[in-house]
């Protein structure tokens, strides 16, 4: 019964701004950390954030340090990405995923996975 869904992905022109949802289904989101990968054709998912389940502590990875953030709202059991400065470079299939820690450098360590977000940068 667990389901978790990314919303707000699209195409957008380079410096432009997207924020992206992940919002869970049949469960509380609170008790669990969440993280945000990204994944191109043919390419493992790279972390881009993370927050913890209290919200306290979020990671970030240098290359979207300073242009996006992440928030959740355990009232509308929802995780939210705020991008601003996009690049072409970001433009990847956005997942995110549940964990028991805030943390980026492996994948496999997130239990459960949503269908993801397509996020197109480009002019």
């Known amino acids: 019964q667990l389901q978790l869904v990314e919303s707000g992905g699209g195409l957008v022109q380079p410096g432009g701004s997207l924020r992206l949802s992940c919002a869970a289904s049949e469960f509380t989101l609170q008790y669990y950390a969440i993280g945000w990968f990204r994944q191109v054709p043919g390419k493992e998912p790279q972390g881009v954030s993370c927050?913890?389940?209290?919200?306290?502590?979020?990671r970030y990875a240098d290359s979207v340090k300073g242009r996006f953030t992440i928030s959740r709202d355990n009232a509308k059991n929802t995780v939210y990405l705020q991008m601003r400065g996009l690049k072409p470079e970001d433009t990847a299939l956005y997942h995110c995923?549940?964990?028991?820690?805030?943390?980026?450098?492996?994948?496999?360590?997130?239990?459960?996975w949503g269908q993801g977000t397509q996020v197109t940068v480009s002019s």
């Open positions: 995923a549940v964990g028991e820690k805030c943390a980026l450098e492996f994948y496999t360590e997130y239990e459960h």
């Open positions: 927050i913890s389940s209290s919200g306290g502590s979020t």
